[in-house]
């Protein structure tokens, strides 16, 4: 679950930063995955007023405009987008300003004309993946205002891991009484009024009371159910991961989001006589709003009028009696369903929604009022209308029993191994609402609160303590167990790992001395600062290397003398840009030569290339959880055109190519393909994660681009995973051509195209629009034509 830290501060505010806020959350039993913000850092940018919008007088597709952000001058503008007019609010961003992806605006000049800022889209902002044009802001955005406040870009969205056992806590509620209980303060919930006037018209009943203790319906007549929902709503709603719908809806997921209590509203016109919970008869079906139509079994309970099924109970409405723009009245359902009643329903219709992950896990049963009335206020101060009174269906004698639970210090001491103060223990279960029906001086009786399914027995009492005492606090008593472990990091391979990955590639580990001779060290690394040893072993060993690449050069020169043509070598070791311990670097060499297969009857000889070496070196790096790139560059012991820096987010980590033929010619050696980088940065390591896979059939399309002969592949295949398509698989390129009918410096690239849905096999349209959106951007940047 997704929960914005300024809803949650709303509740209750701590004075602890949220990253804090989220590590104490994950200490109490609340794992949080994750916390982002809304939107990346960006700054000088305000709310802007377009006062004039006129065409570029030297560009058909530039609009000039006038802009007031608040100073005492307007702002010209040149900007592109097809939605600019005249009056509009948007985002303008100032000279001086800094973007995301450290893009900073200045005054430029656009066909002759002065600009002096942008009119921002979201996607530009990091707001969103994509944007179909520049924003568009409420007409009643203060002018001049920073951006980020009138947006509230500096909320944080916390991702929740919340185990089964704690339903409760999918609301803001129950992440409210959390926080409370950890930090030893009260929340604030919102104040609830509403005026109820006269009955229902439409009458309710339960068959089935076992699985629907309580059910509660209330009319709410002449709504507005076509006006927007206001922009506080939505932003709360997509920042918890929901969609935005009508008001009406709207209003439903927020009461879900705030209290943890579903709701479904119903269409008052298109109800047939009254309304019944029941079971299923064998073979009624149900068109439901996700457009499905399922046949009902016989134990799933449902909610009935008087024609045909509105609603699966606790999982999904129906499209039948859906509200939609032009409803002016409503029926609000609000109801508790017993949690095994449900439990797997939603799974054999292959549905999965935020109203049965709640029900099949417990939702509180004394809240079911509260939550009906908060969506009743909130319809009608949003939509209008007026409300009926509650027509109630209640069962008490079904409703779960909270059943009293006796815990004993001695208990507590013996399964925490240490005791607790008696005061602190009584102020925990105050704070997390358990009621102390009576105690004694070594022991509490304790009844839970109605929304605490998961506490039944002793032991989770003592649990509640323990998390709020903190799992890190527990006294821990050490092992007597004498032996020397060595601890490796997760987000770190070790050394051993990595020279096993290139042994299991038909690599050879060589061990070579740190020192070469001043020949090497002029052919290989020129311009590095040369450390020469007073009192060398001999005249071969005068220089402190700076590079692995000398002993690598060597080694296969004395395997070329014996005989062996075909090598792969690498070696792992300290290099010298100086003498003090900060100068100096361990890193990891590679070098390939000779045949790239053993010699066979069936095949002619192939011989190793850059991109053998290249390959190799990318099966290495991708055990790391860091992102490389290669950047075509000289180096003077590489050859020309065949050589590449090797960078890690912008800086240079090493290098790869072929050979120079002049150190080639003069150390009397093959075509060898070399690489280095430093050590530490390839022992950054990929932490594992578990990714499902999909069952469903994966989508391929071919494209052949014709774009310049100097366009490296990596560039086009970079832009496309940049687009984050979703169901996006990956690229790969399988053909390179030039020649007939290919124009002069121009080639032929073929790429394939992966996509794959964890949901459903996707539609061929569906795919092809993905395709067109890559063809697109190709075109744009690269200026590639479909061949």
Same mark, same amino acid.
């Given at each position: 679950?997704n929960?914005?830290?300024?809803?949650?501060?709303?509740w209750?505010?701590?004075?602890?930063?949220?990253?804090?806020?989220?590590e104490?959350l994950?200490?109490?039993?609340?794992?949080?995955?994750?916390?982002?913000?809304?939107?990346?850092?960006?700054? @000088?940018?305000?709310?802007?007023?377009?006062?004039? &919008?006129?065409?570029?007088?030297?560009?058909?597709k530039?609009?000039?405009c006038?802009?007031?952000?608040?100073?005492?001058?307007?702002?010209q503008?040149? &900007?592109?987008?097809?939605?600019?007019?005249?009056g509009?609010?948007?985002?303008?961003? *100032?000279?001086?300003?800094?973007?995301?992806? /450290?893009?900073?605006i200045?005054?430029?000049?656009?066909?002759?004309?002065?600009?002096?800022?942008?009119?921002?889209?979201?996607?530009?902002?990091?707001?969103?993946?994509?944007?179909?044009?520049?924003?568009?802001?409420?007409?009643?955005?203060?002018?001049?205002?920073?951006?980020?406040?009138y947006? /509230?870009?500096? /909320?944080?969205?916390?991702?929740?891991?919340?185990?089964?056992?704690?339903?409760?806590?999918?609301?803001?509620?129950?992440?409210?009484?959390e926080?409370?209980?950890? #930090?030893?303060m009260?929340?604030?919930?919102?104040?609830?009024?509403?005026?109820?006037?006269?009955?229902?018209?439409?009458?309710?009943?339960?068959?089935?009371?076992?699985?629907?203790?309580? #059910?509660?319906?209330?009319?709410?007549k002449?709504?507005?159910?076509?006006?927007?929902?206001?922009?506080w709503?939505?932003?709360?709603?997509?920042?918890?991961?929901q969609?935005?719908?009508?008001?009406?809806?709207d209003?439903?997921?927020?009461?879900?989001?705030?209290?943890?209590?579903?709701?479904?509203?119903?269409d008052?016109?298109?109800?047939?006589?009254?309304?019944?919970?029941?079971?299923?008869?064998?073979g009624?079906?149900?068109?439901?709003?996700? /457009?499905?139509?399922?046949?009902?079994k016989e134990?799933?309970?449902v909610?009935?009028?008087g024609?045909?099924?509105?609603?699966?109970?606790?999982?999904?409405?129906?499209?039948?009696?859906?509200?939609?723009?032009?409803?002016?009245?409503?029926?609000?359902?609000?109801?508790?369903?017993?949690?095994?009643?449900?439990?797997g329903?939603?799974?054999d #219709?292959?549905?999965?929604?935020?109203?049965?992950?709640?029900?099949e896990?417990?939702?509180?049963? @004394?809240?079911?009022?509260?939550?009906?009335?908060?969506?009743?206020?909130?319809?009608?101060?949003? &939509?209008?209308?007026e409300v009926?009174?509650?027509?109630?269906?209640?069962?008490?004698?079904?409703?779960p029993?909270?059943s009293?639970?006796t815990?004993?210090?001695?208990?507590?001491?013996k399964?925490?191994?240490?005791?607790?103060?008696?005061?602190?223990?009584?102020?925990?279960?105050?704070?997390l609402?358990?009621e102390i029906?009576d105690?004694?001086?070594?022991?509490?009786?304790?009844?839970?609160?109605?929304?605490?399914?998961?506490?039944r027995?002793?032991?989770?009492?003592?649990?509640?303590?323990?998390?709020?005492y903190?799992?890190?606090?527990?006294p821990?008593?050490?092992?007597?167990?004498?032996?020397?472990?060595?601890?490796?990091?997760?987000?770190?391979?070790?050394?051993?790992?990595?020279?096993?990955?290139?042994?299991?590639?038909?690599?050879?580990?060589?061990?070579?001395?740190?020192?070469?001779?001043?020949?090497?060290q002029?052919?290989?690394?020129p311009s590095?600062?040369?450390?020469t040893l007073?009192?060398?072993?001999?005249?071969?060993?005068?220089?402190?290397?700076?590079?692995?690449?000398?002993g690598?050069?060597?080694?296969?020169?004395?395997?070329?003398?014996?005989?062996?043509?075909?090598?792969r070598?690498?070696?792992?070791?300290?290099c010298?840009?100086?003498?003090?311990?900060?100068?100096?670097?361990?890193? *990891?060499?590679?070098?390939?030569?000779?045949?790239?297969?053993?010699?066979?009857?069936?095949?002619?000889?192939?011989?190793?290339d850059?991109?053998?070496?290249?390959?190799?070196?990318?099966?290495? *790096?991708?055990?790391?959880?860091?992102?490389?790139?290669?950047?075509?560059?000289?180096?003077?012991a590489?050859? @020309?055109?065949?050589?590449?820096?090797?960078?890690?987010?912008?800086?240079?980590?090493?290098?790869?190519?072929?050979?120079?033929?002049?150190?080639q010619?003069?150390?009397?050696?093959?075509? &060898? #393909?070399l690489?280095?980088i430093?050590?530490?940065?390839?022992?950054?390591?990929?932490?594992?994660?578990?990714?499902?896979?999909?069952?469903?059939?994966?989508?391929?399309?071919?494209?052949?681009?014709?774009?310049d002969?100097?366009?490296?592949?990596?560039?086009?295949?970079?832009?496309i995973?940049?687009?984050?398509?979703?169901?996006?698989?990956?690229?790969?390129?399988f053909?390179?051509?030039?020649?007939?009918?290919?124009d002069?410096?121009?080639?032929?690239?073929?790429?394939?195209?992966?996509?794959q849905?964890?949901?459903?096999?996707?539609?061929?349209?569906?795919v092809?629009? @993905?395709?067109?959106?890559?063809?697109?951007?190709?075109?744009?940047?690269?200026?590639?034509?479909?061949?």
């Open positions: 679950m929960i914005s830290t300024s809803w949650l501060r709303e209750i505010s701590p004075v602890v930063t949220d990253e804090e806020l989220a104490q994950t200490m109490a039993g609340l794992e949080v995955d994750g916390i982002k913000t809304v939107a990346p850092m960006f700054s @000088k940018v305000v709310v802007g007023h377009v006062v004039s &919008c006129e065409k570029h007088p030297d560009a058909d530039l609009n000039l006038q802009v007031d952000v608040g100073e005492a001058e307007l702002v503008i040149i &900007c592109g987008a097809k939605n600019v007019r005249t509009l609010k948007v985002i303008a961003a *100032l000279v001086g300003a800094k973007l995301p992806g /450290d893009f900073k200045k005054k430029a000049k656009l066909r002759g004309v002065e600009s002096f800022g942008m009119i921002c889209s979201e996607s530009e902002l990091g707001m969103s993946d994509s944007s179909d044009g520049i924003a568009e802001l409420n007409s009643e955005a203060p002018i001049g205002q920073d951006i980020r406040e947006l /509230d870009l500096d /909320d944080n969205i916390i991702e929740l891991d919340i185990t089964p056992n704690r339903g409760d806590c999918f609301s803001v509620l129950g992440v409210a009484r926080v409370s209980a950890n #930090y030893g009260a929340f604030v919930m919102p104040e609830i009024d509403i005026t109820a006037t006269g009955n229902s018209s439409i009458a309710t009943s339960v068959s089935n009371t076992a699985a629907c203790p309580k #059910y509660l319906t209330r009319s709410i002449g709504i507005d159910n076509s006006i927007q929902t206001p922009k709503m939505t932003d709360k709603l997509t920042r918890s991961g969609a935005v719908h009508s008001p009406v809806v209003i439903t997921n927020y009461v879900l989001m705030e209290l943890g209590q579903p709701m479904h509203a119903f008052f016109a298109k109800i047939k006589g009254s309304i019944e919970v029941r079971n299923a008869v064998a009624e079906t149900v068109e439901l709003l996700n /457009d499905s139509t399922v046949t009902l134990n799933t309970l909610i009935a009028d024609d045909s099924v509105l609603a699966i109970a606790g999982v999904m409405g129906g499209q039948s009696s859906s509200t939609q723009a032009t409803t002016t009245d409503i029926l609000l359902e609000s109801a508790f369903f017993e949690p095994v009643s449900i439990a329903k939603a799974r #219709y292959g549905l999965h929604t935020e109203s049965s992950l709640r029900f896990r417990g939702v509180d049963f @004394k809240i079911t009022e509260l939550a009906l009335d908060r969506a009743a206020q909130l319809i009608v101060e949003i &939509c209008g209308g009926s009174k509650v027509t109630s269906n209640i069962d008490e004698s079904a409703l029993e909270l009293p639970i815990i004993t210090r001695a208990k507590i001491q399964i925490l191994g240490f005791e607790l103060d008696s005061n602190w223990i009584e102020e925990k279960f105050i704070n609402d358990f029906s105690k004694t001086a070594d022991s509490w009786t304790i009844i839970p609160p109605s929304f605490r399914f998961d506490i027995i002793p032991a989770d009492l003592i649990e509640e303590l323990a998390r709020l903190g799992y890190d606090k527990l821990v008593q050490k092992l007597s167990l004498d032996a020397n472990i060595n601890v490796i990091k997760e987000a770190q391979t070790d050394k051993y790992d990595v020279m096993q990955a290139l042994v299991s590639r038909g690599y050879q580990e060589v061990i070579t001395y740190s020192f070469i001779s001043e020949k090497y002029d052919l290989i690394d590095a600062k040369k450390i007073t009192n060398p072993i001999s005249a071969d060993m005068s220089t402190m290397r700076s590079s692995l690449w000398p690598l050069l060597q080694t296969v020169e004395s395997n070329q003398r014996r005989g062996h043509t075909d090598a070598f690498f070696e792992i070791g300290l010298f840009g100086g003498v003090k311990a900060d100068e100096q670097s361990n890193k *990891l060499a590679g070098i390939i030569t000779g045949n790239r297969f053993e010699a066979q009857w069936s095949t002619e000889p192939q011989a190793l850059f991109f053998d070496a290249k390959a190799d070196l990318e099966s290495l *790096l991708s055990l790391t959880s860091e992102s490389f790139s290669f950047e075509a560059a000289e180096h003077p590489l050859q @020309k055109g065949q050589s590449a820096n090797i960078l890690l987010n912008g800086q240079s980590v090493g290098w790869i190519g072929a050979l120079s033929p002049i150190v010619k003069e150390l009397s050696l093959p075509k &060898c #393909y690489y280095e430093d050590l530490e940065v390839v022992l950054s390591a990929k932490i594992a994660r578990y990714q499902p896979f999909s069952s469903y059939q994966q989508a391929q399309r071919d494209i052949a681009l014709v774009v002969q100097s366009t490296p592949v990596a560039q086009l295949t970079d832009a995973k940049g687009l984050n398509q979703e169901h996006f698989v990956g690229v790969s390129l053909d390179v051509y030039q020649g007939e009918h290919i002069t410096g121009k080639k032929s690239i073929a790429l394939n195209l992966a996509y849905s964890l949901e459903a096999t996707l539609a061929d349209d569906e092809n629009a @993905k395709v067109d959106e890559v063809l697109a951007l190709l075109k744009d940047k690269f200026n590639a034509a479909l061949r």
